[in-house]
């Protein structure tokens, strides 16, 4: 889910581990406030992260360790992009 409000990329375990992300040496040593409360969350540098044809190298992002419904693409992600606009009920990134 694209979340405009969210300041970074916020991955559930399962999609992290899609990623290429390795879950058996997660740390949760960090701590994120969310709408439903403090979660725990570990800090990784992916290899490549992001949509196909917009992928970023050695891209941050924290793995959740709570229930997520669906993992968040935040503004650290969107703001790499040149443009970001909604029209139509369709989000556009332009780089």
């Known amino acids: 889910m694209w979340d405009t409000g969210g300041t970074g990329v916020v991955l559930r375990e399962v999609n992290a581990g899609g990623a290429g992300i390795d879950l058996e040496t ?3 040593l ?3 406030v969310t709408a439903n409360g403090p979660v725990r969350i ?4 992916t290899e490549g992260f992001g949509v196909p044809g917009a992928e970023l190298a050695r891209f941050r992002v ?4 709570g ?3 669906q993992s968040l693409m935040g503004m650290s992600y969107l703001q790499t992009f040149e443009r970001i606009e909604i029209s139509g009920g369709t989000l556009v990134l332009t780089r």
């Open 26 to 28: 997660l740390a949760f």
């Open 30 to 32: 960090g701590r994120a």
């Open 42 to 45: 570990a800090s990784v540098r």
């Open 62 to 65: 924290d793995v959740n360790e």
């Open 67 to 69: 229930e997520m419904s």
